[in-house]
């Protein structure tokens, strides 16, 4: 509770407080990708500082959060791109918000769990990983997995109160909620501030026989949203866990995570095809690992792609262990 | 008011604030352009067409040219007619033979940390150098990397730690760029030991102001490697840079307080002439908690420096120093206010020089990140002035003292930041007209004096004032600076005499016939 009063109280600096330092440039994946400063968080508050923004700098962020811890002026960053999301009506807006419209009418049953699994798009997509996460946690999926309020935080759509109410309502009797994309743990940290709500990844990394099975020579690859909303605490836990099994991370000197996609808002919504290759080079560049572990599963198809040595899933570690 | 002024009216004030001479002289007074008419957008049409027959992307959108309205000081603005986004040598060949036809002016920006609007454009073209950002190869066996111009030395930390090698000094600032480094020197905590970053430099491969790729060294194109390095980017834009590296070593750290200048001063000159460590530097809060920064890559130099230094050392440790600190404000109650200061900014700043995920087994992993945070987070600010001076080392105690004066003269809090940096005498052409003072033999000594703003609006009389009477203890002493180009060139040829500047001149007019390159730096 106190924590939400805090921030609640907490003045949020903004681009008007952009000191031009840059370190939010070191970390942006999309400013590896383009060498386009006005498609990074830097571009976009000196263009606002001058008065005047593009389209494309807004759209381009994959909104991974790096720029957040890195920011010395403390500005939320990928706060700023998300209300500059917002003024702007997105192409995909109405159909988004058809979608939740029918998602609202839909009715939902409520079944009571102490815990449970919000997924992201990917496990949806893949149900065999998506029934081993659940077994290995012991929780039931969400009634309500929100992929629709998820697209919509990420869009700058505004989601209207009734899908919001509807969204919330089984949650509300659940103690844990483990959630898989980053954006809506964010989000849902900020609305649910008496809930323990954490991520896929430290859900799964905190699992006896998932860290068991972490062995020097893995290449750990945290999902970067996750990470960088919760940061000063993470950053901590990921180097108890270096420090007790030796893998290394995709981290950087910063300790910031290394994304392994970079997808603006026209590839997430479908508009334009994934062009991960080059950042997943990047994050295996020059090192010298046996296997890749990863907690977000859109990361281990993209990884998949350029290495040719094992990806696997934390999930999947539970098992390998267990064999062992 | 002319009509350069006008062109620019767009920008708003913006930092402009009361002048503590006159509080009303600048209310009514549009913020000026730093140098308003040199050019005025002749033949802009014809260059910007030919340019893109050419091939050259030029992007002239208000977004992006506002983007580069000011450099890391803010206090210089200026807008360019156009950005270009440096992306090969041959790009940057086809940009500058075009400037030189049309005459119009290029200003090359990296990691655009100037603070004297070295790196503003005050129209013409702006070439963003971040564009060429590539590590090229790396040589483990002969120690070396090649790499493009407009690398951040952050990023090319980061490849050389994927094969657990590090570059051997640079900048303490992350997003410094290396082509603007080596363009003026780059100083780190281990250059009393290994000399200033430019003389790291290899060869590089320069774009001459009349377009000319040309690869250069000590040994190929020597005259033209002699001025590009350290020539405050006046001779040519550095495409690619050859530089040595070392393998990578954390830091075992020790720290020593003093409570004057003069005696933290006179143990880092000790320690610096005797080659007793491996980094060493003195950063203060004010004049009167001075920390003088001792660090080793190896044990054994360690254990040399326990046994044969640390006691001739006057530093305290920390709880020495907190008792005397302690006594000291007892005794002088009516400085409660300097003391809760002290107290306050030791409290923030500490930690997060000591942050648990960047030490192991006591040593310090990734100074460069940690300090740096820690520069942008503790000392960052809309607003930067960071006037300096570069002496010999019998002058730099007096130069140091003087200075700390002048700081209190205009400003509550400050922070000075001293270190040494050993010379390289076959680079003695190098040197004219540069940071390192011509007196200097063996080792020069720098000094930044950084105002702390902490959220206040100075007008630029006032920190115009105060750089100049940072600088005229330059002129005083004969001592030289680091950032003598933009707002601050009128001390150039007071500083290096006009002999020197009408050679250097001669040599530009030769180079760059149409002076088109950098034109607002230093000519």
């Known amino acids: 509770m106190w924590g939400f009063v805090k921030n609640a109280f907490t003045s949020r600096r903004d681009h008007a407080d952009c000191s031009g330092c840059s370190l939010c440039l070191l970390v942006c994946p999309v400013w590896r990708k383009t060498r386009d400063i006005t498609l990074t968080p830097h571009g976009r508050s000196k263009a606002m500082q001058h008065g005047d923004i593009d389209r494309a700098a807004i759209d381009h962020c ?263 | ?56 992307e030029l992007r002239e959108s208000a977004a992006i040219r506002g983007t580069f309205s000011t450099d890391a000081g803010g206090t210089a603005y200026g807008v360019p007619h156009g950005v270009v986004i440096a992306r090969n040598a041959e790009q940057v060949s086809t940009l500058l033979k075009a400037a030189q036809q049309y005459r119009v002016p290029v200003t090359v920006r990296g990691g655009g940390l100037t603070t004297e609007g070295e790196s503003v454009a005050f129209g013409g073209v702006l070439l963003d150098m971040t564009g060429m950002c590539r590590v090229l190869q790396i040589d483990i066996e002969a120690l070396t990397v090649r790499t493009e111009g407009g690398i951040f030395w952050h990023s090319l930390a980061e490849e050389l730690r994927r094969v657990n090698m590090d570059y051997l000094s640079a900048p303490l600032n992350l997003t410094s760029s290396v082509g603007g480094t080596l363009g003026v020197g780059g100083i780190d905590v281990n250059s009393p030991r290994l000399g200033c970053s430019a003389d790291q430099a290899v060869a590089l491969q320069v774009v001459t102001p009349t377009g000319e790729i040309v690869e250069c060294s000590d040994a190929q194109n020597a005259e033209l490697f002699q001025r590009v390095i350290l020539g405050y980017g006046q001779f040519g834009v550095i495409t690619e840079a050859t530089l040595k590296i070392r393998p990578y070593t954390p830091l075992r750290m020790h720290y020593f307080y003093y409570d004057g200048l003069r005696s933290a001063i006179q143990d880092m000159q000790m320690l610096v002439s005797n080659d007793a460590s491996d980094y060493s530097g003195i950063l203060t809060i004010m004049d009167c908690a001075v920390n003088l920064l001792v660090a080793f890559d190896s044990d054994e130099r360690e254990a040399a ?105 205009y400003f509550p809090h400050y922070t000075l930041y001293m270190v040494g940096i050993k010379l390289r005498p076959d680079h003695k052409p190098h040197y004219e007209m540069s940071c390192i003072p011509p007196d200097a033999e063996g080792w020069a000594y720098g000094c930044e004096f950084e105002p702390m703003i902490e959220g206040h609006v100075y007008s630029r009389d006032h920190l115009q004032s105060f750089k100049n009477e940072i600088y005229n203890i330059g002129v005083d002493l004969g001592g030289s600076y680091y950032r003598f180009g933009g707002m601050m060139k009128g001390y150039i040829r007071r500083v290096f005499g006009d002999e020197v500047v009408d050679r250097h001149l001669a040599m530009k007019r030769k180079a760059d016939p149409a002076m088109i390159l950098n034109r607002d730096v230093i000519f």
């Open chain 2, 305 to 409: 420096f326990k046994a044969n230094w640390l006691p001739k050392l006057r530093g305290y440790g920390e709880t020495g120093f907190a008792l005397r600190m302690m006594l000291r404000y007892t005794l002088r109650p009516w400085k409660l206010g300097e003391a809760m200061f002290l107290y306050k900014r030791k409290r923030e700043l500490f930690p997060e020089l000591q942050r648990p995920e960047y030490m192991r087994d006591g040593k310090m992993h990734d100074r460069t990140v940690v300090f740096s945070r820690a520069v942008w987070k503790f000392w960052g600010s809309k607003q930067m002035v960071i006037p300096d001076l570069a002496m010999s080392a019998d002058k730099f105690v007096e130069a140091v003292e003087r200075g700390s004066k002048v700081c209190r003269k």
């Open chain 1, 62 to 324: 994959s909104l991974c959060g790096a720029c957040d811890p890195v920011c010395p002026e403390q500005i939320d960053v990928s706060g700023m791109t998300l209300k500059l999301r917002r003024r702007l009506v997105h192409p995909e807006a109405p159909a988004l918000l058809a979608r939740m419209e029918e998602m609202t009418a839909q009715p939902i049953t409520t079944k009571h769990a102490p815990a449970k699994l919000l997924p992201d798009q990917a496990l949806l997509d893949h149900p065999e990983m998506l029934s081993r996460v659940t077994r290995l946690l012991g929780m039931p999926v969400a009634e309500d997995e929100g992929m629709d309020i998820a697209m919509a935080l990420e869009s700058g759509v505004v989601i209207p109160a009734e899908r919001m109410q509807r969204f919330m309502a089984p949650l509300r009797g659940t103690m844990r909620i483990v959630v898989a994309n980053g954006l809506l743990l964010k989000h849902l940290k900020q609305v649910l501030p008496t809930k323990n709500i954490v991520s896929l990844g430290e859900t799964l990394s905190g699992h006896e026989e998932v860290r068991r099975s972490l062995r020097a020579s893995d290449l750990y690859v945290i999902e970067s949203r996750a990470y960088h909303s919760d940061y000063q605490r993470l950053v901590k836990y990921y180097d108890g866990l270096r420090v007790d099994h030796g893998c290394s991370f995709n981290l950087d000197l910063q300790r910031i995570a290394i994304p392994a996609t970079v997808r603006s808002l026209p590839q997430r919504l479908g508009a334009m095809p994934h062009d991960d290759d080059s950042q997943a080079r990047w994050v295996l560049h020059g090192r010298n690992i046996a296997r890749i572990v990863v907690e977000n599963l859109e990361d281990c198809i993209a990884l998949a792609k350029v290495s040719n040595i094992p990806v696997v899933h934390l999930a999947e570690l539970a098992e390998d262990g267990a064999r062992d």
């Open chain 2, 1 to 56: 008011m002319n009509i350069e002024t006008l062109k620019y009216k767009r920008i708003e004030p913006g930092t402009v604030g009361p002048c503590h001479v006159g509080p009303d002289a600048l209310v009514y007074l549009k913020r000026q352009q730093t140098n308003p008419s040199r050019w005025n957008g002749d033949n802009w049409q014809d260059f910007s067409s030919v340019l893109r027959e050419r091939g050259v």
